[in-house]
């Protein structure tokens, strides 16, 4: 068990440019999570997949941000047209569903700094 | 809508002695599930402790204990025989039974330091 793994760890972008974080969830989970923490702030709750599913998105997912589970597995977050406002760190967990609780996962998370 | 405050924006304990990190909530929802998680320097958000709205009894891991007070809406940790590992960011969190999946709501966390 390697645990929920995110990629890159740090990405610097320009203003405008797009960019793409990847997050590998722990292998038996069916449910993946996006969040975003901003500094000295707790993590905000972004988009929620169960297997292939996008079942939720927060107000916080403006129409630049897409996010894609293709097959179930891996997860995408891509944010087009990268404002400074996006500057923070992207974290993603993952949950096997009757757990109850919701007992998440973190991966380390990918901090985004656009200048 | 359901709120978590954390009113200790930072705390310090010498190491093996015991602290107590505060957090309120508020929901109008009757079940629901609590948890402190601990993020350390290397930014892995960690479950330490979890604690069902509908169990009267206190949850506790090892070191870690809560004292859950569901008429005040208060979940406090308290960290026993702390420890230099112990240091990180600790945030109080809710999510209602049976409600929006993974919308897991974080207070803005208290920063612990544990000096030697």
């Known amino acids: 068990d390697t645990g929920v793994s995110q990629d890159p760890r740090h990405k610097i972008t320009k203003r405008g440019q797009n960019v793409t974080f990847r997050c590998d969830p722990i292998?038996?989970?069916?449910?993946l999570y996006w969040y975003r923490q901003t500094l000295g702030q707790g993590p905000e709750f972004l988009t929620y997949?169960?297997?292939?599913?996008?079942?939720?998105k927060s107000r916080l997912l403006s129409d630049r941000f897409s996010a894609e589970r293709p097959k179930g597995s891996f997860s995408t977050l891509e944010i087009q047209r990268t404002e400074q406002g996006d500057s923070a760190m992207y974290l993603c967990a993952s949950s096997l569903e009757g757990q109850g609780g919701e007992k998440l996962f973190f991966g380390s998370g990918t901090q985004l700094s656009v200048l | 809508a359901q709120t978590v405050t954390q009113s200790q924006p930072e705390m310090s304990v010498q190491e093996a002695e015991t602290v107590t990190l505060s957090c309120t909530y508020d929901t109008s929802e009757n079940n629901y599930y609590l948890f402190w998680y601990k993020q350390p320097p290397s930014r892995q958000m960690i479950l330490v402790i979890r604690?069902?709205?509908?169990?009267?009894q206190n949850a506790t891991e090892n070191r870690f204990s809560v004292n859950f007070q569901k008429a005040a809406k208060s979940f406090s940790l308290k960290i026993s025989d702390s420890q230099l590992g112990d240091t990180a960011m600790y945030f109080c969190a809710f999510i209602s039974y049976g409600g929006s999946q993974g919308n897991l709501i974080f207070g803005k966390g208290t920063k612990l330091s544990v000096k030697p």
């Open positions: 292998s038996e989970h069916n449910r």
């Open positions: 997949f169960q297997n292939e599913a996008q079942l939720e």
């Open positions: 604690q069902e709205a509908y169990k009267q």
